[in-house]
């Protein structure tokens, strides 16, 4: 989520419109309230940024809001002789980032420098005064009572594709999106099982007369563009949210689910990313009934348009959505924040899926959020290390790099098959850690369909380390032992009780044993 508000902004920033220089500031005058800063975003949308603030003296405090909900906490504010400065602290302790902002008060108006972002020169913004209704949050609609959806026959192995977001984030354009379902099929990544081609946010413009949602310029032909997926024999996925609008501001679902996922169906739409959100503007995030409520809404409304549409739910694991998530006829739920590209974000998303592991089997899988492999923050070994580890996990596998571009090294990876075969192992079992739990030699085994069982070791060290597994603590019994290490493509001599390799720093061994 912080990584999320700080890209909003960024995006704000990006799309922003330089103004006039800054004025000289006036004599003191009292800012309390409401200021709002509207920044006009291409293809025909608008996005505003509130300032909710407090004076008293010198000292201002308050919340930076991009609408209703809690906002962004306000530290370190002064107003002197008409010069304003204040900190705004994104996240929670102990991941927090802060930014400084400067300004003016002038003719009734802040004239405000946010802080530097690279490769962008700072400009002025110009808050002006609008009325506290603003930031009162939309009405909270009905929502179903509670029920157990009956379940959609879709994903009955973790879902294999591409999504946008990891390396295009809002600069995702239909152009890319149809040159990376071609690439998906010339790179060999279909060949290996990839299917999705997924657009993330930054899609969505606004409601046409009718209430329908329309894509904005970026994407002149939603219809076209599901046509083009499909018959690459690939299958096409969306996003949108419960909430008014979606994580980077644009049009969401609220008050229109069920138009909306009959709009999707008639695009084509196969794969759907239901993302919170705005929604924890209007309904409580930490209370599971309304939480659940409204995904089961969507989950109703896809079942009600009659076609198969894979329902990924996002809502970052908050209120054990594990627990639930099937209920809804989720077929894959987030269970962490997003991932960022590098070794402690993608290691902490992994982890965190073996103590709920049990929770995952065909038809509904532990999402620790999409691959990061190939987008150049990792080493090779970083990015086998992921393949591996959510190939254990029997998590999602959708890939979040440059498809077209990508190194033979990446494709290696991403196209192992012996490793893709852990992943989507019909028999759907969870994974068993036999490492004690804080060591940074994580063993980790999965039996499999077949009767064998997948063995990982994981050397989280930032030094090569012997790591020694012993078979019948993997779950590997009887006379005869046979086991293929999965990266080098060949059989290893294995031998009761157990077998040792030096793994290198930050990388694995995953062998499968029968
Ligand atoms: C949230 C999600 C991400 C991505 C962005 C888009 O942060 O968790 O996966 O979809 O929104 O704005």
Redesign the pocket.
């Known amino acids: 989520m912080v990584t999320?508000l700080v890209v909003t902004f960024m995006v704000l920033l990006a799309f922003s419109f330089p103004s006039a220089g800054v004025p000289a500031p006036h004599a003191q005058t009292n800012i309390t309230g409401v200021w709002v800063i509207k920044f006009p975003l291409r293809y025909g949308l608008a996005r505003k940024l509130y300032f909710d603030l407090k004076q008293k003296g010198d000292v201002i405090t308050g919340r930076m809001m991009f609408g209703p909900g809690r906002g962004i906490p306000i530290s370190n504010g002064s107003l002197e002789d008409g010069k304003l400065h204040f900190v705004v602290t994104f996240g929670r302790p102990p991941r927090t980032r802060q930014a400084s902002w400067d300004g003016i008060v002038k003719d009734g108006k802040l004239y405000l420098t946010p802080p530097p972002f690279p490769g962008r020169p700072s400009s002025t913004l110009v808050a002006e005064r609008t009325s506290a209704k603003a930031l009162l949050p939309p009405p909270r609609l009905p929502l179903p009572p509670l029920r157990d959806l009956p379940y959609n026959g879709l994903a009955k192995t973790p879902p294999m594709g591409w999504n946008s977001?990891n390396h295009y984030g809002p600069r995702v354009t239909e152009k890319t999106v149809r040159e990376m379902a071609k690439a998906m099929v010339t790179s060999g990544m279909k060949a290996a099982g990839y299917s999705y081609v997924n657009v993330?946010?930054t899609w969505a413009g606004p409601r046409n007369a009718k209430g329908e949602i329309t894509a904005n310029g970026k994407f002149p032909n939603m219809k076209a563009l599901g046509d083009y997926i499909h018959s690459l024999g690939l299958k096409f996925g969306i996003?949108t949210s419960p909430g008014p609008t979606?994580?980077?501001g644009y049009t969401g679902s609220y008050g229109h689910v069920q138009q909306d996922a009959d709009t999707f169906a008639k695009w084509g739409v196969n794969f759907l990313k239901y993302?919170w959100?705005s929604a924890g503007e209007i309904y409580n995030s930490s209370n599971v009934d309304q939480m659940r409520a409204v995904y089961q809404e969507m989950g109703e409304a896809l079942e009600k348009t009659g076609r198969p549409v894979v329902f990924s739910l996002?809502q970052?694991g908050w209120d054990h959505v594990w627990s639930w998530g099937a209920k809804v006829d989720g077929n894959l739920w987030?269970t962490t924040g997003?991932i960022s590209d590098n070794w402690k974000s993608m290691i902490r998303n992994g982890l965190a899926q073996i103590p709920i592991a049990k929770y995952a089997g065909p038809g509904h899988w532990n999402d620790p959020d999409m691959l990061e492999i190939g987008n150049g923050g990792m080493t090779n070994e970083e990015y086998r290390v992921q393949f591996s580890l959510w190939s254990m996990l029997a998590a999602p596998l959708i890939a979040g790099n440059d498809l077209r571009t990508m190194s033979a090294a990446t494709k290696a990876i991403l196209t192992n098959r012996e490793v893709i075969a852990i992943d989507q192992d019909p028999a759907g079992k969870p994974v068993n850690r036999i490492s004690p739990p804080h060591s940074t030699q994580l063993i980790l085994t999965r039996p499999l369909a077949d009767g064998s069982h997948a063995v990982g070791l994981f050397n989280l060290a930032d030094h090569p380390q012997s790591i020694t597994v012993n078979w019948r603590a993997a779950g590997a019994t009887g006379k005869k032992l046979r086991a293929r290490d999965l990266w080098k493509h060949r059989y290893i001599r294995v031998s009761e009780p157990s077998y040792t390799a030096i793994v290198p720093a930050h990388g694995v061994v995953l062998l499968r044993v029968w």
């Open positions: 999320t977001w993330d946010d996003y979606t994580c980077a993302d959100c996002c970052y987030r997003d």
